[in-house]
T-cell receptor
Framework: KQEVTQIPAALSVPEGENLVLNCSFT??????LQWFRQDPGKGLTSLLL?????REQTSGRLNASLDKSSGRSTLYIAASQPGDSATYLC???????????FGTGTRLLVSP | EAQVTQNPRYLITVTGKKLTVTCSQN?????MSWYRQDPGLGLRQIYY???????DKGDVPEGYKVSRKEKRNFPLILESPSPNQTSLYFC??????????????FGDGTRLSIL
């Protein structure tokens, strides 16, 4: 059974810091991995999607990497801003299955 | 604007009173699914649909029904709601499951409280 773990569960940093969020999964036979952002009272916004054949994806200040063999992904946020405060979720699609398996998220607070 | 729309956003109701949460997407997506989000458990899939008239169970389907009569709509039905179905529900859609480079789009969520 695929399990997804995110560490840390919560993170508080001052504005301007670069930070890394971690995601690990137990079964390396994945189809893709997706990072989401969830704001309070809102749905999930897709940030980055990495296919199983890719090593990383970048969008603006965000960079996500994937190491399938070790079952790990990281989300790097450069020059953090208060507007980055949210819960960040990673999710994997296991090959042959029709669902996302989510981690429980990292709650990020960026202070001015 | 491309979006997934859920209604209602909030609902408080009582045990046993049938309810339907609607979900509609305007992107002509083939694949749609429902998730519930609970503290400490994360998001878990309830049901999914790969296309019109094609639905299947996810991880936690007990107590729920779905239908997919039209491509754009995928309602979630609770025939006899119970307190353990109190949760935050999300509908999601994706163009198709055939390719791996397409993200899922989520609605803003429906918070259900069953008393």
């Amino acid at each position: 059974k695929q399990e997804v773990t995110q560490i840390p569960a919560a993170l508080s940093v001052p504005e301007g810091e670069n930070l890394v969020l971690n995601c690990s999964f137990t079964d390396s036979a994945i189809y893709n991995l997706q990072w989401f952002r969830q704001d309070p009272g809102k749905g999930l916004t897709s940030l980055l999607l990495i296919q199983s054949s890719q090593r990383e994806q970048t969008s603006g200040r965000l960079n996500a990497s994937l190491d399938k063999s070790s079952g790990r992904s990281t989300l790097y946020i450069a020059a953090s801003q208060p507007g980055d405060s949210a819960t960040y979720l990673c999710a994997v699609v296991k090959a042959g299955f029709q669902k996302l398996v989510f981690g429980t998220g990292t709650r990020l607070l960026v202070s001015p | 604007e491309a979006q997934v729309t859920q209604n209602p956003r909030y609902l408080i109701t009582v045990t046993g009173k049938k309810l339907t949460v609607t979900c509609s997407q305007n992107m002509n997506h083939e694949y749609m699914s429902w998730y519930r989000q609970d503290p400490g458990l994360g998001l878990r899939q309830i049901y999914y649909s790969m296309n019109v008239e094609v639905t299947d169970k996810g991880d936690v389907p007990e107590g729920y029904k779905v239908s997919r009569k039209e491509k754009r709509n995928f309602p979630l039905i609770l025939e006899s709601p119970s307190p353990n179905q109190t949760s935050l529900y999300f509908c999601a859609s994706r163009q198709s499951w055939a390719t791996s480079n397409q993200p899922q789009h989520f609605g803003d969520g429906t918070r259900l409280s069953i008393l």
